[in-house]
């Protein structure tokens, strides 16, 4: 019994040691199992679990979101790739001025515009004729740069033009101007407008608003207005070069067959320019009287010699009307030779004008509406001198420009060679005509000659028509003038009247044509060169002319018209 008891004992423990070890054997086995699923690298095939990603959409994706598409962990998990919608890639930040149209950036609402119709500078929103103010955010936003774009191109800063008490003396002038913080630059009666007008520039810095309320408080203050900025209308051409090229002009006005009648004689033409060289052979003997509006000590300039030869060549080169007169009147120019004016010039300019027998004058120069110029305008018209002006180089998106825009000034848009409008010029329905403008062969300062474009050059060639017009009867009024041109004119575009090119090209033939070489009443146009006639369907939109053309009888009859745009009484 003993032996047996110690029997199962023995076995007993046996299979407990058994067990035990059996037990020990399964926890290290294990653990074992845990160590190599720690310690083995998984095999990833790393190639073909990148995502591709297109070279073109690679720069619009975040960098911060590489460390979010793989998620790899401790356990022996799969490797996933997260779905990111497109919607939520992100992107470029958009730059804050994209949020502006391309056509609203920079704002622009001024008439000063680069020929491509891009704005020069931020629109000044004050002075007469202005537009609307374009968006001050809009304003302060830069393409890459801090520079502020606010830089006032209409007038000239801290100056003003001012219509004072006629009965004050200099010193007594020079006395109110110091009681506003102003200096007197200049001053001086004009019979044109009969008025006393003054400039006037700030000298203490303070706002240029501020002052002009003060100013026009004053009791010997009649008026203020801002000294605004003219340009004149040529395009930046290339250095003059030596050449004779034909000039086609000739053949589109038709003035070979037009000087077989008239070549200008006895007719003066105020021309209001920068410097003319009077001793280029073209113009020689042509210049009759001179005028620097300006007072500098500057030389000829190359556009005003221009225009000159484009009326009044009559060597290698024939101008429009080569015998007519030339009153020189310098307003343009700067201390680099640059080609800039203002209100006050221009005015002391047109005083000269009518003052001293001018009986055209011919303005290839353009600007913002003006108080004190419209005034002087309506003056000269009233005198019954024929204006003429360029339309302007502005393109397309500009708005009307001045003096050309004014119901008593003759307005001429530019053509080239194959009749088509110039990209550059102007358009609308104070469009009175068109003229060859586009790279036109005309003198240069020191006996050279040059190649150019622009509606100045349109301009001076039909006020040299008006001089051969003139010349054919003195008597012919401003009104029946314009008619004629309108009357006579080729038609361009579409049919009859149109803002490209007003009444169509002109013909100086058939101009002349239509004048007897007496003082006896104008005949009808030439036959076959009438246009269509649209004035009455004109005549009620906005901003147009709004004046009925009268007869070429000179006739006092006179259709009913707004007070707006009514010509000065004649």
Do not use: W
């Amino acid at each position: 019994m003993t032996g047996n008891s110690e029997s199962r004992v023995r076995a007993g423990a046996y299979a407990s040691s058994i067990g035990a070890a059996l037990l020990l054997a399964s926890c290290l086995g294990v653990e074992v199992a845990q160590a190599q699923a720690i310690m083995r690298t998984p095999t990833i095939s790393v190639p073909s679990r990148t995502p591709t990603i297109s070279p073109s959409i690679a720069p619009r994706v975040n960098p911060t979101l590489s460390a979010r598409v793989v998620s790899v962990d401790r356990g022996p998990r799969p490797i996933t790739t997260a779905r990111i919608p497109s919607a939520r890639i992100g992107l470029t930040p958009v730059l804050p001025y994209a949020r502006y149209s391309p056509n609203l950036y920079p704002a622009c609402s001024a008439p000063y515009r680069a020929a491509d119709g891009e704005c020069l500078a931020q629109a000044n929103a004050g002075g007469e004729g202005s537009g609307k103010s374009g968006n001050k955010k809009s304003a302060r936003k830069g393409r890459g740069n801090n520079t502020p774009v606010a830089v006032n191109q209409r007038s000239f800063a801290n100056e003003f033009v001012a219509e004072i008490d006629g009965s004050l003396s200099v010193t007594e002038a020079d006395e109110l101007a110091r009681r506003h913080g102003l200096a007197r630059v200049a001053s001086e009666n004009f019979p044109l407008i009969g008025a006393t007008l003054g400039l006037f520039r700030i000298t203490d810095g303070r706002p240029a608003e501020t002052v002009r309320r003060e100013f026009a408080a004053d009791g010997s203050v009649r008026s203020v207005q801002p000294n605004f900025r003219y340009v004149l209308q040529d395009q930046k051409s290339s250095v003059p070069v030596e050449g004779d090229p034909a000039q086609y002009a000739l053949a589109k006005l038709r003035l070979p067959q037009a000087h077989a009648l008239a070549h200008g004689a006895n007719v003066t033409i105020a021309v209001i320019d920068s410097g003319i060289d009077a001793k280029h052979p073209e113009l020689a003997n042509s210049v009759a009287d001179s005028f620097d509006a300006l007072g500098s000590a500057e030389g000829p300039h190359v556009h005003g010699t221009g225009i000159a030869g484009a009326i009044v060549a009559h060597a290698r080169l024939m101008g429009s009307a080569p015998e007519a007169r030339i009153i020189a009147i310098r307003a343009f120019g700067g201390a680099n030779g640059g080609a800039e004016s203002s209100s006050y010039i221009i005015l002391r300019s047109l005083n000269y004008a009518a003052e001293h027998g001018a009986q055209i004058i011919n303005m290839s120069f353009a600007g913002p509406k003006d108080a004190i110029i419209e005034r002087a305008i309506a003056a000269t018209a009233a005198r019954g001198l024929v204006l003429i002006a360029a339309a302007g180089n502005a393109g397309a998106k500009s708005p009307p420009l001045y003096p050309a825009a004014n119901p008593n000034v003759i307005a001429v848009s530019a053509t080239d060679q194959q009749d088509r409008l110039f990209t550059a010029s102007n358009r609308g329905n104070y469009i009175a005509v068109a003229a060859p403008g586009v790279d036109i062969f005309l003198p240069a300062p020191a006996g050279k000659y040059q190649m150019t474009s622009g509606t100045s050059f349109s301009a001076a060639h039909v006020s040299g028509v008006a001089a051969l017009l003139l010349e054919r009867n003195h008597a012919l009024k401003p009104e029946a003038l314009r008619m004629t041109l309108a009357k006579t004119a080729r038609d361009l575009g579409s049919p009859g009247r149109d803002d490209l090119f007003g009444d169509g090209q002109a013909d100086a033939f058939a101009a002349v044509m239509a004048v007897p070489a007496d003082s006896a009443t104008p005949v009808a146009a030439a036959s076959g060169t009438t246009k269509r006639e649209d004035a009455e369907k004109r005549r009620g939109e906005p901003g147009s002319r709004a004046i009925e053309q009268p007869s070429l009888s000179g006739s006092d009859e006179k259709s009913a018209v707004s007070q707006a745009d009514r010509p000065a009484a004649r």
